[in-house]
C-alpha cells in the first residue's frame, strides 16, 4: 500500500470508488482513506462513484473525504443500484474524461 500511496500523493487528480457494504465503505477503501488521510494530501481533483444494494452511503463517504482533504471536485457524483448498466458505465467514462481534462489545464496553467 505504501507504493500506492507514493503514487496517489504525487497525482494530481484522484477518483475514489467503492460500493456500499453494511451502510459504509468497503473495508480496505476504508483503510486506504483513513492511510491517505494522515498524510495530508493537498492541491488534488477528484470525484467519486460508488454502488449500492440499499442504503448507498458509500459514494456519500467518499465525497466527504474528497471535500475534507479540499479537492476540487469535477462533476456529478455517480451513484448505481447494484451492476452497472451501459448507460452508467458511459456516465463513469464521461466522468473520467472531465477529470484527465481539469488534470491536464491544471498541469499547464
Not at 505504501?2 to 487528480?13: F, I, Q
Not at 491517505?36 to 467518499?62: D, N, Q, T
Not at 458505465?89 to 488534470?103: H, P, S, W
Amino acid at each position: 500500500m505504501t507504493d500506492l500511496m507514493r503514487d496517489v500523493l504525487e497525482a494530481k487528480g484522484i477518483v475514489l470508488g467503492s460500493p456500499t457494504l453494511n451502510n459504509g465503505l468497503l473495508p480496505t477503501v476504508a483503510g486506504f482513506l483513513q492511510y491517505m488521510k494522515g498524510l495530508r494530501p493537498k492541491g488534488k481533483i477528484g470525484a467519486a462513484f460508488g454502488s449500492y444494494g440499499w442504503s448507498g452511503e458509500a459514494v456519500k463517504f467518499l465525497l466527504q473525504y474528497l471535500q475534507e482533504i479540499q479537492a476540487e471536485i469535477v462533476g456529478e457524483v455517480i451513484r448505481t443500484k447494484y451492476v452497472p448498466d451501459k448507460k452508467v458505465i458511459e456516465e463513469c467514462i464521461e466522468l473520467g474524461r472531465k477529470v484527465a481534462q481539469r488534470v491536464r489545464e491544471a498541469c499547464f496553467v
